[in-house]
DNA sequence: TAGATTGTTAATCGATTAACAATC
DNA sequence: TAGATTGTTAATCGATTAACAATC
């Protein structure tokens, strides 16, 4: 079946350089997938089971060939005739997402959105048991709000960012600032050595290369539904 | 320059039948031209000039030709040479994106995460002139919060939902419940009327292809970073 | 074996970009 | 006019899907 693809694909997830090939979309629908799994295992109350790619894909709302296809670019994992081993498969998918162990996320900007993000995230990935996002430092502006603590978390001046986040080996910053600072902080993040930034400030944001940057715009969303009214 | 294209492209407009036939992609896009024509024009204290598409483009994160061609698909905006005229533009997207009244939503699920996205939008939307996302009702199953106000709006029981969302014309629902009971919240709020949900529940909703449905999965945006860790 | 299902190739589909004539 | 910039066509690129041999 496989043939000197093989060779290529396990060049695309051992060197570096190559990886960035294999597309966001791919990428973002393997983070849903392993989300299907983990939902399956608690519906089965069991770790166990093998599980066809119908399944999963009805899970995360995409086609059976499409998931077929999304793995293909990491490795056979299952067994034609039968399907995939669910807790395997889980664990290949969490290795690929880099989930082994867990990666610390500082939040800057502990306003009405931040907080409610810190919550969230906090409730939703610390029920996991392997590795997840952890919130590991808050910072903002306001110096109102500093020594006041939240989830157990201080809220720390943007000044101690630098010193934080290499001392507490953040990689991931989760952006909730305004707009007009957005751009600032970023800068700041990126010198503190963070490796992946998530802004949820509607700005289109100037990262170098080497950092990762996702976007979310939350007006957008609901604005663009505005034509399909 | 333009030749019989101009028929179907005006059927693309006209026929709500064939309206879908644009990309989400363009929409989306669509709402983040206006985001940064509305910008441009803070920025310059003045509504009329003339702006280039590269401008919009660098404010917009996309390249110049894609804004050019998105405009296209529903008419001729810009003078060759000049640019488009900031006001009328930003006009022509009000009204392509329906935003020339104030929409109604209803938010579902009271909890963490959906007040502080209620009071990001009412901050966001209210200070605009033109039509915006105006919450209209919120609900909550929890007994406790029935009652309460929140933003100036009550926060009342799923019952009232059929009766609210009619009364008060409300098209968008945002669901922010738990992924348990998204989906009945979900056909609660098809069966009472919106024709578009925001879903922020992890969970693949299923909703009747008149529903526009827009997903936004917090967890997955933060989940896939790890890969480029 | 027969039925189910994978992994992969090739075909299709759609979206982005390059190139350029038209126009101000 | 010369330079700038649009709108559109055609080319490119990439992603999805159909088809199917291989395998359990």
Redesign the pocket.
């Known amino acids: ?3 000197e ?2 060779l290529l ?1 396990e060049n695309v997830e051992e060197d570096d350089d190559i990886k960035i090939r294999i ?4 990428i973002k629908r393997m983070a849903l997938y392993l989300n299907a799994l983990e939902k399956l295992q608690v519906q089965k109350g069991q770790e166990s089971f093998f ?4 399944t ?1 894909a009805r899970l995360s709302g ?5 998931v ?5 670019h990491f ?10 081993e669910a807790d395997n498969l889980r664990k290949q998918i969490i290795k690929i997402l880099n989930l082994t162990q867990n990666i610390g996320i500082a939040f800057v900007g502990i306003g009405q959105l931040g907080s409610a993000l810190v919550r969230y995230y906090y409730q939703r990935f610390s029920e996991r048991e392997h590795g997840y996002f952890e919130p590991r430092a808050l910072f903002d502006v306001d110096p109102e709000k500093k020594g006041t603590s939240f989830e157990g978390l201080k809220i720390l001046p943007l000044e101690k960012m630098p010193e934080v986040i290499k001392e507490l080996g953040i990689e991931v910053s989760v952006i909730t600032v305004p707009s007009d600072s957005a751009q600032e902080v970023a800068e700041l993040a990126v010198e503190s050595g963070v490796k992946a930034i998530l802004n949820f400030a509607p700005v289109i944001l100037e990262v170098p290369d080497h950092i990762k940057l996702q976007s979310v715009d939350l007006s957008t969303e609901l604005e663009h539904m505005g034509y399909y009214l």
Chains 1, 2 share one sequence.
Request: charged share 25%; aromatic share 8%; hydrophobic share 30%.
């Open positions: 079946m496989k043939k693809k093989e694909s597309s966001q979309s791919v599980v066809p790619s119908t999963i995409v086609k059976a060939v499409q077929r296809k999304d793995f293909s490795g056979t994992f299952g067994r034609p005739g039968v399907g995939y």
